[in-house]
């Protein structure tokens, strides 16, 4: 089974930091497209970031460029996201997606970040 967890959310004060964890099984992350979207109340899913499956190519949205970085540890099958700076406009669902070669999409649960004071 191909399935992604996410961890790491939690409430955060605006300026502070937070490390996303994606956990994936049953694939590995060197074969996929890996991405960060985030969610909030009424809105569609929007992407924050991605990582093609050489590592080669990374891309932002504008809204995080300079703030959030995405990385990958094939060793152990994790894709991460760090946030730093954060700001209120960053409270969301962030959900963890892999691309697969074949043309399958794996959305993970979500996790739950609020940035408050």
């Known amino acids: 089974v191909q399935v992604v967890v996410e961890s790491g959310g939690g409430l955060v004060q605006p300026g502070g930091s937070l490390r996303l964890s994606c956990e994936a099984s049953?694939?590995?992350?060197?074969?996929?497209?890996m991405s960060w979207h985030r969610q909030v109340p009424g809105k569609g899913r929007e992407l924050i970031a991605y990582?093609?499956?050489?590592?080669?190519?990374?891309e932002y949205a504008d809204s995080v460029e300079g703030r959030f970085t995405i990385s990958r540890d094939l060793a152990s099958n994790t894709f991460y996201l760090q946030m730093n700076d954060v700001k209120t406009e960053d409270t969301g669902v962030y959900y963890c997606k892999a691309a697969r070669p074949a043309g399958g999409v794996i959305w993970g649960q979500g996790t739950q970040v609020t940035v408050s004071s």
């Open positions: 990582v093609t499956s050489s590592g080669l190519t990374t």
């Open positions: 049953g694939f590995t992350l060197s074969t996929s497209i």
